[in-house]
DNA sequence: CTAGTTATAGACCAACGAGTCTATAAAAAT
DNA sequence: ATTTTTATAGACTCGTTGGTCTATAACTAG
């Protein structure tokens, strides 16, 4: 069991096959053999990597999240200020390629089983600490802990029921829908503040260098 | 097949055993077997009142929901004003009984279907359809109709993203912090508003006589 | 070049689950 | 009271699915 180029190229591959086999069947649709077969190899060798579909599923729900978190790296790392920062957390988290129907659909199929597999309990932990994290960073330089720390929730509750929406209607929510009520949240929570909506122009235009369309 | 009063309670009462098998077992969990166990008849039987697996789970997602709407009703009509009319909305939704990982979970479950499955998709629509309609006959006569409409979504995206965490993380958010999160919403969107204020108050009291605990 | 290791696939197996068939008990209708 | 309909269950079928066993091809190390 040498963990060569070999193996990490190939447990990639078969993780985003069932995590595109995930948006498209559901979480009963998707089975062993049809993530093989959209990853165009035996049942048997897609096994071989991940022992069982457990696991599989596993690595796709990390793979879901490792893109996401590509993207806040890379607004982050190009933030200056703290209302950058929070606004790199927002704006990643409704990029035009990830903030699709089709993605959401495999986001609710995972959470769904989540409570009832404890593997999977500690990578969606991981994955909102991370995000209360990043968060918390910068928001603790513009209030006190106390009101930083509801606010981050505030935040990231919202973000994730829009994603839920957006699974959820076909065509209800889409990016833009989404921004705007980040932005009345936002707007709310911080009115009147020239230094935020500074921040929030400025990484919407690096978003859309960087990501254009 | 004559819709009898036996037919009526069957229903009713199998409807209630997808629903807790769900909660306990997640969708994948989830067998026609089980939930004939758990009503403690024969398999066949439960086939008899649905026909298939689909429809059972199609009346426990209506099953779940009426709960849920006859708790929303007991207060609407015990409102009289608007905000009260608002905070009926958002109080039943964490309402003691209700607002569990358990019931969480069960959600969870059913939702994770609703986009591979149109008729559980209309029903869900016909929910989230029915929360915006109550809000904005509410908020209408408070602020004008844009921002009415953008405010009924940002409410039922918030209700509906704290019941994302309750079903996700065991222990994290329960109906406090849920209800201090919309409160935080509800003073940013509407800040120092009296008659917002008494109407909360009066609600979080008619719900605590109704629903004591 | 050879020996061992890894990758891949095909056939197979055992479990399970949805739905049907058949039979009988209960109830309703005549 | 008898006949028809409804309710319920047990046995069974048939397809599916996760996972294993076995065989072979490809690759790596010495």
Same mark, same amino acid.
């Given at each position: ?5 070999? =193996?990490?190229?190939? &447990? *990639? ?6 995590? /595109? &086999?995930?948006? /498209?069947?559901?979480?009963?649709? &998707? &089975? ?5 077969? %959209?990853?165009? !190899? ?5 096994? @071989? ?8 599923? *596993?690595?796709?729900? %990390? ?19 703290? =209302?950058?920062?929070?606004?790199? !957390? ?5 990029? %035009? +390629? ?8 495999? =986001?609710?199929?995972?959470?769904? *089983?989540?409570?009832?597999? #404890?593997?999977? +309990? ?5 994955? @909102? ?10 928001? /603790?330089?513009?209030? *006190? ?17 829009? =994603? ?16 705007? +009520? ?8 911080? #009115? ?12 919407? /235009? ?8």
């Amino acid at each position: 069991m040498k963990r060569n180029k070999l =193996w990490r190229l190939r &447990t *990639e591959e078969y993780s985003k096959a069932a995590f /595109e &086999t995930l948006s /498209e069947e559901g979480l009963s649709g &998707t &089975t062993v053999e049809k993530v093989a077969k %959209r990853a165009g !190899v035996s049942k048997t060798n897609v096994l @071989h990597y991940f022992g069982n579909k457990a696991r599989l599923l *596993e690595m796709a729900l %990390r793979y879901g999240n490792a893109d996401l978190a590509r993207e806040v790296s890379a607004l982050l790392i190009r933030s200056n200020t703290p =209302w950058e920062r929070v606004y790199s !957390v927002i704006e990643a988290n409704f990029s %035009r +390629q990830f903030f699709t129907p089709k993605i959401a659909h495999a =986001w609710l199929s995972l959470l769904a *089983e989540i409570p009832y597999n #404890p593997s999977y +309990q500690r990578i969606q932990t991981a994955i @909102h600490q991370r995000m209360r994290s990043n968060l918390m960073h910068a928001l /603790e330089q513009l209030a *006190e802990r106390e009101r930083a720390e509801e606010v981050a929730l505030a935040i990231s509750v919202m973000i994730d029921g829009l =994603w839920l929406r957006c699974g959820l209607h076909e065509g209800g929510i889409g990016r833009d829908t989404a921004l705007q +009520q980040m932005e009345l949240l936002m707007e709310s929570l911080f #009115p009147s503040s020239p230094a935020r909506l500074a921040a929030k122009a400025r990484i919407d /235009e690096i978003q859309s260098i960087l990501n254009p369309g």
